[in-house]
């Protein structure tokens, strides 16, 4: 059994459905619910939510930025050139325009973030499993 199944029914936020928008940037199954998509507001707001293992491709988000509010689980972040960094319920991310990075599950944990997104994503190469594996 997985660390913080619970996490697959929502922390604080429905977990939304089956992620397929996005799916073939993303290792594994995640999912997405949408919480602010606003024409007039210039940033995104959504909950998602990793199974173990699963994990998003390389990107960068351009003309813009990502803040993370880990709300659940257990998981990783890490930026190019940098070591991984352990994430859990209560830890804060800021990815700056131009950062290439990745975020996700650890491989035996449920994970859950709020995406606070402004900009726009460049989807880059998945996160070999050799590099994850090491974590």
Not at 84 to 94: H, P, S, Y
Request: net charge negative.
């Amino acid at each position: 059994m997985a660390k913080h199944e619970e996490v697959k029914n929502g922390v604080i936020f429905p977990v939304g459905e089956k992620n397929e928008a996005f799916a073939q940037f993303f290792v594994g199954q995640s999912y997405l619910k949408t919480l602010i998509a606003d024409p007039k507001v210039s940033v995104g707001v959504g909950n998602v939510t990793f199974e173990p293992g699963c994990r998003n491709n390389w990107h960068i988000h351009r003309d813009g930025f990502q803040i993370l509010l880990v709300t659940g689980g257990e998981g990783w972040y890490q930026e190019e050139g940098k070591p991984a960094q352990f994430l859990k319920a209560g830890d804060v991310i800021v990815t700056h325009d131009g950062v290439k990075h990745w975020h996700g599950a650890a491989k035996d944990s449920w994970f859950e973030h709020i995406a606070i997104t402004a900009g726009t994503p460049e989807w880059l190469e998945a996160v070999d499993d050799e590099t994850y594996n090491k974590l």
